[in-house]
């Protein structure tokens, strides 16, 4: 499926936006406005793992998602202020935090980084 030509700041409609994201991203969905992603995390230290990615890849982009941040989870949401609605920065930066967050090494083809073990000591994120 392709997706009709918009400009940068233009935005979607909330059918347009839940069509995207059932075929783009499946784990984000549309709420009051926003896109959004619960990220589950086994505690604290990954928590602000997870907050400091995000903020980087927003930072890099400038294009700044709201977050919501407890111990075990951290909401992302995406939304262009300026435009008032979700355009496609909020796609790509979504996107893009969906492929850093959700990285896995050891699920990579020949890779020789491990990963982090299945072991309670070592609990990261909890992978969809």
């Known amino acids: 499926m392709s ?8 935005i979607y409609s909330d059918d347009e936006v839940k069509a995207r994201l059932v075929n783009e991203l499946g784990h984000w969905y549309l709420e009051n406005g926003w896109i959004r992603r619960k990220y589950k995390t086994s505690g604290w230290k990954a928590t602000l793992m997870v907050v400091n990615t995000v903020g980087h890849l927003a930072e890099a982009a400038f294009h700044h998602p709201d977050l919501a941040v407890s111990y075990a989870f951290v909401i992302v949401k995406l939304k262009n202020h300026a ?5 496609n920065k909020d796609f790509e930066l ?4 969906e492929e850093v967050v959700m990285w896995q090494p050891s699920k990579s083809a020949g890779s020789a980084l491990e990963g982090t073990p299945d072991d309670v000591r070592f609990k990261y994120l909890k992978y969809d």
Do not use: D, V
């Open 3 to 10: 997706w009709r030509e918009i400009k940068h700041e233009e």
């Open 83 to 87: 435009a008032k609605g979700i355009t």
């Open 94 to 97: 979504a996107k893009k935090i």
